[in-house]
T-cell receptor, first 112, second 109 residues
Framework: SAVISQKPSRDICQRGTSLTIQCQVD?????MFWYRQQPGQSLTLIAT?????????ESGFVIDKFPISRPNLTFSTLTVSNMSPEDSSIYLC?????????FGSGTRLTVV | QQPVQSPQAVILREGEDAVINCSSS?????VHWYRQKHGEAPIFLMI?????EQKGHDKISASFNEKKQQSSLYLTASQLSYSGTYFC??????????FGKGTHLIIQP
């Protein structure tokens, strides 16, 4: 299965600032997905990122708050903009394999 | 819509069996099952596709009732390593997964 490197693994950020999370995959993939998981909760899909096109956002998530880049078939970034304490969460990228999805190890974000 | 999982939590003794259920209010293309241990990424366990195809780990079985839009995950002869939170994820089309709230499984020796 694909190996996903996600950076940073954790960060503590001041409110009002932005953080960019990177996701690198060791193989070419068509679609990459970004999820948010609040402590002890389920995973919520933020957006789907296809190479060469605009990301598709789920209800409740907007591009101005969570801009996504997908410059090639192995890399994507998610930026959490103008952060507030409510953005404290774990952010995970994911790729679809032949069967099932593989997840990165996640970025644990704390906004203070 | 988020699929509904039951039960919310299960406590078992090692060697006992468990069944985790997942139901959806919308037509499904596939149902996925994942296990997540604390502080780790979710790990793929099983996918059940419309039409009956299944792919997953040998020691885990699951069923998918397409008509009822329900799936069940069967854990038999549970081991300590089975502990964690189990999520079902549903997919209605060419998009990512919508996950249930999870079932917390605790295996005691």
């Amino acid at each position: 299965s694909a190996v996903i490197s996600q950076k940073p693994s954790r960060d503590i950020c001041q409110r009002g600032t932005s953080l960019t999370i990177q996701c690198q995959v060791d193989s070419q993939v068509t679609m990459m997905f970004w999820y948010r998981q609040q402590p002890g909760q389920s995973l919520t899909l933020i957006a789907t990122a296809n190479q060469g096109s605009e990301a598709t956002y789920e209800s409740g998530f907007v591009i101005d708050k969570f801009p996504i880049s997908r410059p090639n078939l192995t890399f994507s970034t998610l930026t959490v903009s103008n952060m507030s304490p409510e953005d404290s969460s774990i952010y995970l990228c994911s790729v679809e394999e032949l069967y099932g999805y593989t997840f990165g190890s996640g970025t644990r974000l704390t906004v203070v | 819509q988020q699929p509904v999982q039951s039960p919310q939590a299960v406590i078992l003794r090692e060697g006992e069996d468990a069944v985790i259920n997942c139901s959806s209010s919308k037509a499904l293309y596939s149902v996925h099952w994942y296990r997540q241990k604390h502080g780790e990424a979710p790990i793929f366990l099983m996918i059940l596709l419309k039409g009956g195809e299944q792919k997953g780990h040998d020691k885990i079985s699951a069923s998918f009732n397409e008509k009822k839009q329900q799936s069940s995950l069967y854990l038999t002869a549970s081991q300590l390593s089975y502990s964690g939170t189990y999520f079902c994820g549903t997919r209605g089309g060419a998009d990512g997964l919508t996950f249930g709230k999870g079932t917390h499984l605790i295996i005691q020796p």
